[in-house]
């Protein structure tokens, strides 16, 4: 399997949560405003509007997973049939460090994002972003089903300690890790990108 960080599982994460609550537009990188736009610390910058992680060349995209991924109206295949129940959330900015990641155990169930925090360090941006995140996730032992962004996404999940990797499965292929922490009710996600780290905040239902 080619691994490509840029599709990976939760690197859709930093695309989804690039959506201005008005109107769904993206924020440019010029306009005045306490954060730029989401890029994956580790991908190379984004080659598309600023504020929305554009797609990597086709030169870079594995033939197999772009096919996989394509479908008869050149939209994206249907990976899970779960319906996105979560609100939209504000990002808000927080000079601070992130807290620790603590690890622990995934329960089994559906989560959707309650709290999403940008942690930009001391003396960083403070305040609303303007950006907003909506996310429901299921997890069922080490399969992994999403829906954000109006996209559907399956992937399967290992834990180490407080890291956790996921392996895309649908609609492309992929790996990430990112650091978490999990509770019997509640589920952390550490997302590190230009911008600081956003913590995602998901409660089981």
């Known amino acids: 399997m080619v691994i490509h960080r840029r599709f990976a599982f939760l690197a859709g994460l930093l695309v989804a949560s690039s959506l201005v609550a008005c109107g769904g537009s993206a924020v440019p990188d010029g306009r005045p405003g306490p954060v730029d736009a989401p890029v ?12 929305v992680a554009a797609p990597l060349p086709d030169a870079a995209v594995d033939v197999d997973a772009a096919g996989d991924a394509a479908t008869a109206d ?17 990002i808000v900015a927080s000079p601070t460090a992130p807290p620790p990641a603590d690890g622990g155990v995934i329960a089994d169930g559906v989560y ?4 999403a925090t940008l942690h930009t360090g001391v003396g960083g941006a403070a305040g609303d972003t303007g950006k907003t995140v909506k996310m429901t996730v299921k997890v069922s032992g080490a399969q992994v089903e999403s829906v954000f962004d ?3 996404r399956s992937a399967t999940i290992v834990v180490d300690g407080a890291t956790l990797r996921t392996t895309s499965t649908c609609p492309s292929q992929g790996t990430d890790d990112v650091a978490f922490s999990a509770t019997p009710t509640t589920l ?8 600081g780290t956003r913590v995602y905040s998901l409660e089981k239902l």
């Open 40 to 51: 994956e610390a580790s991908a190379p910058p984004s080659a598309g509007d600023a504020g």
């Open 112 to 115: 959707v994002v309650r709290v």
């Open 188 to 195: 952390s996600l550490y997302l590190v990108d230009n911008a």
């Open 150 to 152: 109006g996209v559907t």
């Open 74 to 90: 050149g939209g994206r295949p249907q990976c899970n049939a779960l319906a996105n129940v979560a609100e939209d959330v504000s």
